[in-house]
């Protein structure tokens, strides 16, 4: 990532984050695999941005870890749903 000057890497970590805690009010709500992807890719980018401080980056990678297990654990659940009939009891 180039940033023109810190102010706007600054503004930009900011945004970063911002869309990621949205990405996961959005995912409590319906558990769509994408959006645990894109909260996992938020996250990675959080973990390799430069105006981000050490802790934040740390936790960022370990977050988005937990996340990509999240998004795995989604997709099985959808295609569990996608699989069975119509009205099939479980």
Do not use: K
Not at 35 to 44: K, Y
Not at 53 to 67: D, I, K, N, P, S
Not at 83 to 90: F, K, M, T
């Amino acid at each position: 990532m180039a940033f023109p000057d810190d102010e706007a890497a600054g503004f930009e970590a900011d945004r970063i984050l911002a869309a990621a805690i949205y990405l996961m009010s959005c995912h409590a709500r319906n558990r769509c695999p994408r959006l645990a992807c894109m909260v996992e890719r938020h996250l990675e980018l959080l973990g390799r941005h430069p105006h981000v401080g050490e802790h934040v980056r740390q936790t960022c990678r370990q977050l988005a870890t937990a996340w990509e297990s999240v998004r795995a654990h989604d997709e099985r659940a959808a295609c569990e749903r996608f699989a069975r009939p119509p009205g099939a009891v479980h």
